[in-house]
């Protein structure tokens, strides 16, 4: 239980540090092309950042996970 809510709480912090590099969309006008590219691009970037150090996260769980039941059937 400590191991999940110590890889949840990484997961929340790494993720306010990732929406500080994005680009910034302020000077432009709400709802023309640009804005809406600009929102579109940093939210897609964002988005497969996270969703690949998850997917990292898991498969490195998944493989301590196995080794673990291997060693407890032998």
Do not use: H, P
Request: proline share 0%; with cysteine; glycine share 2%.
């Amino acid at each position: 239980m400590k191991k999940i809510f110590l890889i949840i709480s990484i997961y929340f912090v790494s993720l306010n540090f990732s929406f500080s590099e994005e680009i910034k969309c302020q000077n432009m006008k709400k709802l023309s092309k640009e804005y809406i590219n600009c929102k579109t691009k940093n939210f897609n970037e964002s988005a497969n950042k996270n969703a690949s150090k998850v997917k990292n996260g898991i498969t490195n769980f998944g493989k301590k996970l196995k080794k673990k039941i291997k060693n407890f059937s032998n």
